[in-house]
Structures are given as structure tokens and as C-alpha cells.
């Protein structure tokens, strides 16, 4: 026998600004991690998906966060499902399909 279907709740829901600004914090760094552990540049990305050098920069800096198009393509070049980039991070990070290192 299916489960009762759960009753809407009519409350507002709202969103804070540190709400956001907390889950753009989560993505810039995550993002940022990944193309280290890859060991590519930001450029190299953004060439990668389509992007200007400069988007993507704001990307990794917070300034601002891609549309859905931009974070699927994003899941794919690193391998990764979309929600992977708004969790903390607790899970390990994808290994390089490369396996080099940047150069510092």
C-alpha cells in the first residue's frame, strides 16, 4: 500500500543572503579544488566548456555562480554529478584522469 502523500506546508520559504552567500563560498572552493587536483588551469577549463577565461574566474573567486548549463558541463569535464560542487567537503576528491600534477 503506497505512503500517504505528505501535506503541503503553506509557510514562506526564504532564503538569506548568508544562506547564499555560504553555498557560493562551497562552490567557489570546490571548484577551485577539483581544478587543482586535476592539476589544469582556469583557462584551460574554460576553454574546456566554452566559457570566457573571465567567467570562470568569478566562478572560483564567488563573485558569482554559473547557470545549470554551465555547472553540467562543468560535472562532466571533472567527473563528478552537479551536487558534488555544494557539499562540504567531507568527500574525497575525483582522482585525475591525467594523474599529473600542477607545477608550482
Not at 3 to 14: G, H, Q
Not at 16 to 41: C, H, I, P
Not at 58 to 78: C, H, N
Request: proline share 6%.
Amino acid at each position: 500500500m503506497p505512503a500517504e502523500p505528505k501535506k503541503w506546508d503553506k509557510t514562506e520559504v526564504t532564503t538569506t543572503d548568508t544562506e547564499v552567500n555560504s553555498q557560493k563560498y562551497v562552490f567557489s572552493n570546490n571548484l577551485r579544488a577539483m581544478r587543482e587536483a586535476f592539476g589544469v588551469s582556469q583557462e584551460d577549463v574554460a576553454k574546456r566548456i566554452g566559457c570566457s577565461h573571465s567567467a570562470y574566474s568569478k566562478w572560483e573567486q564567488g563573485i558569482s555562480v554559473p547557470d545549470l548549463r554551465w555547472m553540467i558541463s562543468l560535472a562532466k569535464v571533472f567527473g563528478v554529478e552537479v551536487d558534488y560542487f555544494f557539499v562540504k567537503p567531507e568527500r574525497p576528491l575525483p582522482k585525475s584522469k591525467r594523474g599529473r600534477k600542477k607545477k608550482k
